[in-house]
């Protein structure tokens, strides 16, 4: 397994899987200097911990980072900075029938079809439990970037999108779901009650927004900015979908409608609109950066669904232990982490182009 990095001058690679003794990240290409310890990360590792309301995993984590290099007397020095956090609450029991049969919608076949063998316990590399790793090394990110504010909710859940005229950035952490819709959040909580207790699941839509971005950051054609925002939306747990701005929307819109006018301002022009999301030619514009993914339905559910087994076998499978009945709610800490790491990358790459 040959790519677990991600980055160019500002890099990351994660490490360990869902069930063994721990998990981390290594990032390199941070500037030395930057005030860092376990205090300015453990926050939004909080935010994407598992088992804080009942509409997420019950796997009790309380997914402690500790930094073990590339940390002196409080401050970067410029060399690698190794991430790790324990597991402590594995139960590994629970995928017994997992390792005789294929779970549908998971990558155990995928897995073993490529390598001719796989991690059964919690899917291993593949488990969403390797995101944490990326929520850390997102919190380095975000020191480098310190003139960007980031924040990620959901839009939609089970089909029922928020009422964008009641959006409320205050209500995003008043309730489990990182929504910003009150009214909205009553309906999705009925919504997921119903499919956990059928054994069942819903998917999400998450929308990632970047504001102080400014004009500049990115590349023509093959380091495009939104092409690396794609990749690492695409690169998280369940993302079956991209959009950045508008996305699939503006293919309805006519030309007049999709561009984004403007008009002189005292720092340059001012845009009317933002139907592409920051993003032109791959470089971003000085608006904010929007970004949202659409995360399946959890794949782990307690309805019977067909499958074979290892050995070609037909037969049913149940996946039982702990599991998030939406991953979309968990994601969208991962997100704004993804968000981070894109935009460290990107201006320590522009900097290194124009000086």
Same mark, same amino acid.
């Given at each position: @397994? ?12 994660? +490490? ?8 981390? =990240? ?17 926050? +939004? ?9 009942? !509409? ?15 940390? !002196? ?8 900075? =190794? ?12 995928y017994s029938e997992v390792a005789a049969k294929y779970r549908p919608g998971h990558a155990d076949y995928a897995y073993d079809a490529k390598y001719g063998f796989r991690d059964p316990r919690g899917g291993g590399r593949s488990s969403a ?12 990110? /975000? ?16 089909? *029922? ?16 779901? !990182?929504?910003?819709?009150? *009214? ?6 009925? $919504?997921?009650?119903? $499919? ?20 500049? +950051? ?29 996305? !699939? ?12 006018? @403007?008009?002189?301002? $005292? ?7 933002? #139907? ?15 970004? /949202? ?20 076998? $037909? ?7 702990? #599991? ?14 993804? @968000?981070a790491l894109v935009l460290a990358d990107q201006k320590l790459l522009h900097r290194a182009q124009i000086g």
């Amino acid at each position: @397994m040959s790519f677990n990095s991600f980055g160019r001058v500002f890099r990351f690679s994660t +490490w360990g899987e869902s069930h063994g003794p721990a998990i981390g =990240a290594v990032v390199d290409g941070c500037p030395p200097g930057l005030t860092l310890s376990e205090a300015d990360l453990q926050p +939004w590792l909080d935010k994407r911990r598992p088992g804080q309301s009942r !509409f997420t995993t019950q796997r009790r984590e309380p997914d402690e980072v500790r930094i073990l290099s590339g940390v !002196f007397e409080g401050r970067t020095t410029g060399t690698p900075i =190794a991430l790790q956090i324990e597991n402590v609450d594995q139960r590994s029991k629970d995928y017994s029938e997992v390792a005789a049969k294929y779970r549908p919608g998971h990558a155990d076949y995928a897995y073993d079809a490529k390598y001719g063998f796989r991690d059964p316990r919690g899917g291993g590399r593949s488990s969403a439990r390797e995101t944490a790793s990326r929520v850390a090394a997102g919190g380095v990110a /975000r020191l480098v970037i310190p003139e960007v504010r980031i924040r990620a909710y959901l839009v939609e859940l089970g089909g *029922i999108a928020i009422d964008r005229n009641r959006f409320d950035d205050a209500e995003i952490d008043n309730n489990p779901f !990182f929504c910003p819709d009150a *009214i909205v959040a009553a309906e999705w909580e009925a $919504a997921l009650d119903a $499919a956990r207790k059928s054994g069942s699941s819903l998917g999400a839509v998450v929308e990632c927004v970047a504001s102080g971005v400014p004009a500049g +950051w990115g590349a023509p054609l093959y380091a495009k900015l939104d092409g690396e925002l794609a990749a690492a939306m695409m690169s998280i747990n369940a993302v079956k979908g991209v959009e950045i701005g508008d996305g !699939f929307g503006a293919a309805r819109l006519r030309g007049e409608e999709n561009a984004d006018p @403007m008009c002189p301002g $005292a720092n340059g022009p001012t845009f009317l609109s933002n #139907h592409a999301g920051g993003v032109a030619g791959g470089i971003s514009t000085g608006q904010e950066v929007v970004v /949202r993914i659409a995360l399946k339905p959890t794949s782990s559910i307690l309805t019977p669904v067909e499958t074979v087994t290892r050995e070609g076998q $037909a037969t049913e499978i149940v996946t039982k232990g702990r #599991h998030d009945p939406c991953v979309g709610i968990r994601a969208a800490p991962v997100a704004e982490a993804m @968000m981070a790491l894109v935009l460290a990358d990107q201006k320590l790459l522009h900097r290194a182009q124009i000086g």
